[in-house]
Nanobody, 119 residues
Framework: QVQLVESGGGLVQPGGSLRLSCAAS????????MSWYRQAPGKERELVAT???????NYKDSVKGRFTISRDNYKNTVYLQMNSLKPEDTAVYYC?????????????WGQGIQVTVSS
């Protein structure tokens, strides 16, 4: 049973920091690209950051220099360190996994976790 369980969200002031965690199980974590997406009210879900199984990363331009995605393949956990947060970062953040060892493109989704940046 695939599970992606997010934690670490909440309310933070502009300029503050949060660290999101996503604990994964039920698939081969080390052979899966892991991503964080977010969706603000009334907007489409957007890709924030991706990390490959060996640590290569890509970021949405607006979060470069502020957010860092990382993973621990022994703990089957992916993280998103968010610094210098802005109100426009407010969204539901979703952890996602793309197994690279299956022939059919597959994506697994977490339940989403709220991040609110407000004073």
């Amino acid at each position: 049973q695939v599970q992606l369980v997010e934690s670490g969200g909440g309310l933070v002031q502009p300029g503050g920091s949060l660290r999101l965690s996503c604990a994964a199980s039920g698939f081969i974590f080390g052979r899966s690209d892991m991503s964080w997406y977010r969706q603000a009210p009334g907007k489409e879900r957007e890709l924030v950051a991706t990390i490959t199984g060996i640590g290569g990363t890509n970021y949405k331009d607006s979060v470069k220099g502020r957010f860092t995605i990382s993973r621990d393949n022994y703990k089957n956990t992916v993280y998103l360190q968010m610094n210098s947060l802005k109100p426009e970062d407010t969204a539901v953040y979703y952890c996602a996994a793309r197994p690279q060892y299956v022939a059919r493109p597959t994506i697994y989704w977490g339940q989403g976790i709220q991040v609110t940046v407000s004073s």
